[in-house]
């Protein structure tokens, strides 16, 4: 049983006990979801972290992975793991969403990486897929960006992070 698989036990024992105790064999159950985890992890990495570019550094190549990675177990683990049970109520799936979710700092550190090297910007399709899986306007992340200090921008656009948090677990319980 890989890491996936004892992270997806662990969870669904605490939020979702009966459908756990349901299961004819958990074990083999929460194997194979790990390891549908893990294959699909890899993927969407390979995807994410792209082709390596032209001067690119060791470290720059090791922190380019290692971002695709972190977001590719982000999508997947909230796709096929961290999904709110049924038996949950909606204040609790908040909760548990809550637990689980990119954090507002993911945001500011796409920010400052985006400032120390603005050719990572991309394209402004990329920056529309950004600002949809954010719950936020194209606008709100260029000024993001363009602030001189991504985090106290943040702060003072709370409601604003806040508003677009609750539309990002509703998109996601629903």
Known sequence: MNRYAQLAMTHWQRWAPSRVRALYDPVAFFTDLGEQ?????????RLLAGPDPARETYSQKVARLQTATRTAEEVVMAQLVWTPAPELTLAEAREEWEQTRPSDEALISWA???QDCPDLMGSTAELEDKAKTWAVTPEFLTSL??????????AENQATM???????FLREVR
């Open 162 to 168: 806040a508003e677009a948090a609750t539309l990002r």
């Open 145 to 154: 960006v363009a602030a001189p200090i991504p985090r106290k921008f943040v």
């Open 37 to 45: 985890v893990q294959a699909q992890v890899s993927d969407l990495a």
């Open 112 to 114: 400052e990486r985006i």
